[in-house]
């Protein structure tokens, strides 16, 4: 048996009015070349300017993934030749990376991880090319796009390992909001390295780099691919080459890209036209004070605080928008378990039938506690409370607006659920004597009372009073 080593490098796109070193707008377009600059295109005479808000967000990204910063911004030039690469070059972070030494928590069929960050740094985005037999075209909208490279050690020792990791990491980027991080528009897009080690060997394997997997699934049957692959060749007596490969989707397989004996020697050195620029740790406590508690945090303090299962507290984390909604049901007097059922259930799954998210649902959480209440005291049922909670999704009103209009109130008193009990039986005086019989009649008898009250009758009120009257 081999031990799974796999290392990842990930890229993301970063939100910003414009590009990461020209004024041209950052923002998704089909339209090929319609968000370009001449310092995108590199015309003679250009010069960068450091996109702040680029900063800002490398910077709150390194400290959620628990990153030190450095105390200055700097960037070099990572010098390569090819058609996506204008000038010949790329401005990106070397020496002095945005973040270093941190690590993400991540969880696993129930076992919690820490995935180490060697460095995460920030750089510009290379143009996107399309290839077809005879041409290429190339499309200058994504090249200068700010982008955060994140590079974790080699510690992640599955394919469930390293999806957990992605979207973990993906979901940092939405908390934070600093990304879309939509694999669809290639805003996030994933390196892995896998390498296979003897189980008792101190040495890691020969790393073969699996090169732009643009979706996550993708990168989960690329590494399942390559590891059968140099499972086979290791079972066999061969070696793995050093070597960098592409997935093909179609295939599900790995392919030789090109050989990689050493290192490529991308002769880095200080970009001149960007100097050094001091980072105040005002600045970086600022930007720390703004990172919400992220969705492992919030997994957590559902699952040990409010005693919710994982599956509900993922479910709710998956997205923030629908986890500062059930935070805000909670910080209403809104018990955990009830507004998690009633979240996990009937919201999300209205929202979905209609289309909607959860910003754009006119029920709010006031309204879903108010819900909640009703039934708990007794004046709607939980069935009721389902068609009360689907009106309310479609008219925007209140469930107490709802219950009165709907002539929904349940009818608590003893003495009116008694008659109406009575006048039952009455009605099915041949069904008695089954009761007394064993059969099972009991049911009949309660939806025959529902009927009647056009199912107003509190239900506990109404078994306890049936079986006191047909036991007489």
Known sequence: MYKVVIGLEVHC?????SKNFSSARNSYSTVPNSNVSVVDLAFPGILPVVNKEAVRNSIKMALAMNCEVPEYLTFERKNYFYPDLPKGYQITQFKHPIGINGYVMINVNGEDKKVEILDTHLEEDTASLEHYNAYSLIDYNRCGVPLLETVTAPCINSADEAIAFLETLRSIFLY????????????????????????????????????????FSSVREAIICEVARQTEILSNGGKISQETRRYDENTNETYLMRSKEDALDYKYFTDPNLPPVKISREWVNEIKDEIPRLQYERSLLYINDYAISRKDAYTIVREKEISDYYEECISLGGDPQLVCNWLTG????????????????????????????LINDGKISGKQG???????????????????????????????????????????????????????????????????????????????????????
């Open 346 to 373: 009937s919201v999300i799954g209205n929202m979905n039938k209609m289309g909607l998210t959860i910003t754009d649902i006119s029920l709010t959480p006031n309204m879903l506690v108010e819900l909640i209440k």
């Open 386 to 472: 389902k068609d009360v909670l689907e009106k309310s999704l479609e008219t925007g009103k209140t469930p107490s607006q709802l219950v009165s209009e709907m002539g929904l109130s349940q009818i608590t008193d003893e003495n009116e659920i008694r008659n109406i009990v009575i006048d039952v039986i009455n009605e099915n005086l041949n069904l008695v004597e089954d009761y007394k019989a064993g059969k099972r009649v009991f049911d009949y008898f309660i939806g025959q009372i529902m009927k009647k009250t056009r199912g107003r009758a509190n239900p506990v009120i109404t078994s306890r009073i049936l079986k006191e009257e047909l036991d007489k």
């Open 13 to 17: 796109e970063l939100k910003s009015n």
């Open 176 to 215: 934070t909001d600093t990304s879309y991080a939509r694999s669809d528009r290639g805003q996030i897009r994933c390196d892995v390295n896998v390498s296979l080690m003897e189980e008792d060997a101190l040495e890691l394997g020969t790393k073969v780099e699996i090169k732009n997997i643009n979706s």
